[in-house]
Each structure stands twice: as C-alpha cells, then as structure tokens.
C-alpha cells in the first residue's frame, strides 16, 4: 500500500505535472479573466488579418505584433483606418486593443474626461498601483498639468548653463582621445546622461542634477517602471495582484534609494514654504526662491494637497513620474536624431545648414546666447524640421490619443456602442509612412518641413516640431497631447546648438559612412544598440 502511495505521490509532483498543473491554472484564470474582467470588443469590428467572422486571432496573427509590426500597422493602416474604418490588432501578450481611424478625432475631442480619459488609460498601460503604490501619481497627474506653466525663457540660461557642464562630464571626461583629438562614443549611453541631467534641472534643480548617482538611479527607475508597465500589458488583470507585485519588487527598491536623494531638498523647500506662508518675512530674510518642477509641485501641493505636501513619500512618486516623462523617451528620441544628423549630412549638408541657422538666430544679437527666447527657437525652423522630421519617420511608440472608456454603452460615430473599460487608440507611424500623405515619405528628407515653410510663408500649414495633426502624432492631439513636448524642443535645439558649435562629429570607419539602422521591439523604435559616432572638441567655436 505504501509503495502504491508513493509511487501516486512521486508521479503527481513529476515536472510534466507541475507544467501541467500550472498552464491548466493559466487557462482557468484567463478564462475568468475573459468571461468577468475583460471587456469584450465590439464584434461588429474586424479583427486584423482574420476572416470575418472570427473572434479569436491566430497564432500566426499574433506572433507579427512580435515579428513584423510595422507591416501589421501598415495593413491596418491601408485597409481599413486610412478609409475611415476601426479595426482591432492584437497588442501584447493575448490581449488586442481597437484602434480607431483618424477621422474620428473630432468625436474623440467632444467626450468628456468622465466619458473617455487619458490619463486612465495611462493608469491601465503603466500600472501605477503596483509600481509607485497608487493610480493618482498618472490618474491625478496635477505634476503634469504644471508643466504647461513653465516658463521656458526664465529658465533659459540655467538651462544653456548646465549643457555646457554635461557637455564637458559625459563628453570631454568620457573616453580616450587619439592623437588628433577624436574619441567614440556610444549614442544611446552619452545622450541618455546628457538628457538626464538637463531634465533633472528642470525638475530638481541645483545641486542634485548634477549627482551622477541620482541621474543613473533615475535612468534605472525609468526603465524598471517599463518592465512594470510591460507586464501589465501583456497579462490578464486577473494575473496582476501577483505578477505585478513581483515585477515591481526592483522599483520598490530603487524608490527607497530615490527617497534618500530627495529628501534633503524636499525639507528644505518645505521649511521655506512654510516659514514664507507662516510668518511675515522681511526683504533679504531668505534667499530668492528656487525655480523648477519641484518647487511648482510643492507649492501647488501646499495649497491643494496637504496630505501630499507632508509626505515625502509622494511628493518624491510625483518627481519619478517626472522623470519618466522628461527622461525615458526624450532619451531615445534625441539619440536618434543625432544618427539622423550624420545619416543626412553627406546628401543635404546638414551640419552646416544648421550651423548657419544658430549663427544667425542665436548669435544675432552680439553673440548673446545665453538668452534663449521663444522668438528664437521658433526661427530654426532648419533645426526644428530636423527634429519633426525624426519623429515622423523614428518616433519611438506605434500609437497616440489613448482613451478608456469610463461609462456604459458609449456610441461611436459609425453607431458600434463601446463597453465600459474598452481601450483605444489611433497608429501614429503608419500616417507618417503613407505616399498620399508625405512624398517619398520612406527618404529621411531633414529639411521636408522648413522648405515648406520657405515656400508657402504665413500660409504654411502648421508643421512645426511641436505641432500635432491628424498626420502627425508623436505626441498625441488636442488637449490632451504631451505638455512635455514644449521642455523637449527647448532641450534639442539648445542640445544641437552646444553640439555643432564646440564639436565635430563623423561616423566610425567601420560603419563606412552608413548609419546603423533602429530596430524595433514590438512597436517602439529604437536608436540602434551600441551604435557609436566619433566626436572632436574644436579649438575654436564653428559660429
């Protein structure tokens, strides 16, 4: 009877089984997951690359999210959306997202945040209750919000200021020089660092943007909140409570350390706060009042949020957001710009047209560069054009305007009525790529935009690096569209200008004058890893 029993036992905990036993719990709780937790998608609504009447996309189907993403997007894209038609993709993991067409912005537009929100829809991509402990850090994300407040002209000089300190840390102190004076560096890292502690003066401030422990920890926060994030996309909810507790395990950690960071600066602003408010101060009894993101979100929290005023805790989540937002794709996209810089030289002279452009913009008033105005960044349009030009053929992510729906039956404009908890969303890439919309849209052209300013003038359609269009969606539409987009044009072009004016830039030997092509992890495109240039610091200023 024994040697029954054991043999029972010792077959039932065998690895077939335990696999067994697990895919069997697997497919139970995705089951419930779809049945109770999952709203369905409209059935009226096709299903990319399958037959008409199915529900379920193929193995094959689902595998070219992972494959050939940008052939899926373009198939949505030409036979349905660009004729005004939805259709649904599959996304991550097992789940599929319906995608709307582009004429529907208007609709879009009209809703309510009650009705369809953005930042809820953040709140579902990026897991914020696991992550940093609750959904207000991106469903209430007043931090946001202030940034459209910022004043970009009164923080130009610190700004120019603290690119020449990153220029001469992550640059001039970084790698060897040969006997000419030429050094490689890798893009993606160099940029990275560069972007980190320009942003980190925006948001912190003096001293801590320029502790490199802080800026890599930032850097690392960022992209553990994308695990996270990427967790909660490919799984069912119902999986989450677990999965995403597990896969936050590092941020938690990370977050302890970011804490001990900010805290001094956190007391101190805090204690002028609240002597400034509490007492009648004299002129000269304190020093002038720092000006950045944290500060805008301590006063604003003094005044709306004393709960979170008092809690170094969530004043500290609110600057990771920050971050994340002013870091993480500002990063990427600049990096790439930079390869597209060297990529376009060789055809459209591109480093000397811009050269020109900042000599003549910046430098017009007696070589006074450090007043950085919005009437002058508006006037490198040769520079601005560059950067749109960038994200319209390398923007990092494949879709824009997401919204979930928060109430019952909401009604499209082609009469499908949308369950409460849908998601969707519009294809940013695929406009960008279509012959209909842009000539020879495949060619990476620098200068598209700024010849068609050149040639229609004051009537030039609005195609300005920070302006968004129904064709033109790397950060988002309307009201909603990113407010950080504003921070990163004032970033790159002051980023160019320090570049092209103490620093040569070439390709490697090795790449024979060819850039190194992105590549793309499922929808988000990416400067290629490792991909390096080979720059010289100038004896003299090339303008």
């Known amino acids: 009877m024994a040697s029954t029993l054991d043999k029972l036992y010792s077959s039932s905990t065998s690895l077939p089984c335990i696999i067994l036993c697990i895919l069997a719990l697997f497919l139970l709780l995705y089951t419930l997951d779809t049945i109770f937790l999952t709203p369905p998608l409209p059935p009226s609504i096709p299903l990319l690359g399958e037959p008409p009447s199915s529900r379920h996309f193929s193995l094959k189907t689902r595998l070219s999210y992972y494959t050939s993403n940008l052939t899926l997007q373009q198939e949505a894209w030409h036979n349905h959306l660009k004729h005004g038609r939805p259709v649904i993709i599959p996304t991550l993991g097992l789940s599929s997202e319906l995608i709307i067409p582009p004429q529907w912005l208007k609709w879009v537009h009209s809703l309510p945040d009650n009705a369809a929100n953005s930042w809820e829809a953040f709140v579902t991509m990026d897991q914020p209750y696991y992550s940093l402990g609750h959904a207000k850090y991106l469903g209430d994300s007043y931090q946001g919000e202030l940034v459209k407040k910022f004043d970009l002209e009164r923080m130009g000089e610190s700004i120019w200021d603290e690119m020449g300190f990153a220029f001469r840390r992550w640059i001039d102190e970084e790698g060897e020089t040969d006997r000419d004076g030429w050094k490689e560096l890798d893009v993606e890292k160099t940029v990275r660092m560069i972007i980190a502690q320009i942003t980190s003066r925006f948001i912190v401030g003096l001293p801590l943007c320029r502790n490199e422990q802080y800026l890599r920890l930032t850097c690392d926060i960022a992209d553990a909140l994308v695990v996270v994030a990427a967790t ?6 119902i999986f989450m409570p677990v999965a995403g507790r597990i896969a936050s395990l590092p941020v938690k950690t990370k977050l302890s350390k970011f804490r001990k960071f900010i805290q001094p600066v956190y007391n101190e602003r805090v204690q002028q706060l609240t002597t400034s408010t509490g007492t009648k101060q004299q002129v000269g009894d304190t020093p002038p009042k720092p000006y950045d993101h944290l500060q805008l979100i301590l006063e604003f929290a003094h005044k709306n949020r004393p709960e979170e005023f008092a809690s170094l805790h969530e004043i500290a989540n609110r600057i990771v957001v920050s971050n994340f937002g002013g870091i993480h794709q500002s990063a990427i996209h600049l990096g790439v710009m ?6 376009s030289d060789s055809e459209f ?15 017009s008033d007696g070589g006074n560069s450090d007043k950085w105005t919005k009437a002058k960044l508006a006037s490198l349009t040769k520079t601005d054009s560059l950067g749109r030009e960038t994200m319209r053929l390398h923007t990092f992510a494949g ?13 499209t404009p082609d009469g499908t009525v949308l369950p409460k908890g849908t998601m969707f969303s519009l294809l940013a890439k695929a406009p960008h790529l279509d012959s209909d919309i ?6 990476f052209d620098p200068f598209r935009f700024s010849r068609m300013r050149e040639i229609h003038g004051p009537s030039s359609p609005p195609v300005s690096f920070v302006t968004a269009s129904t064709d033109y969606l790397p950060f988002g539409h309307g009201k909603h569209a990113c407010p950080g987009r504003f921070i990163l ?4 072009k002051m980023f160019f200008c320090y570049l092209l004016r103490g620093y040569d830039v070439e390709w490697p030997e090795q790449y024979g004058g060819k850039r190194p092509p992105n590549y793309y992890l499922t929808e988000a495109c990416f400067p290629p890893k490792g991909a390096r240039i080979r720059i010289r610091k100038r004896e003299a200023p090339a303008f």
């Not at 909660?232 to 909810?237: D, K, T, V, W």
């Not at 879709?399 to 009604?411: A, T, Y």
């Open 232 to 237: 909660g996309m490919a799984l069912p909810p």
């Open 338 to 343: 930079v390869l597209d810089l060297l990529a």
């Open 349 to 363: 002279n591109t480093i000397s047209a811009l050269r020109e452009e900042f000599k003549r913009v910046i430098y």
């Open 399 to 411: 879709r824009s305007v997401f919204r979930k729906v928060l109430v019952d039956n909401l009604q």
């Open 438 to 443: 842009y000539q020879d849209p495949l060619k």
């Open 489 to 492: 044009d004032f970033e790159l």
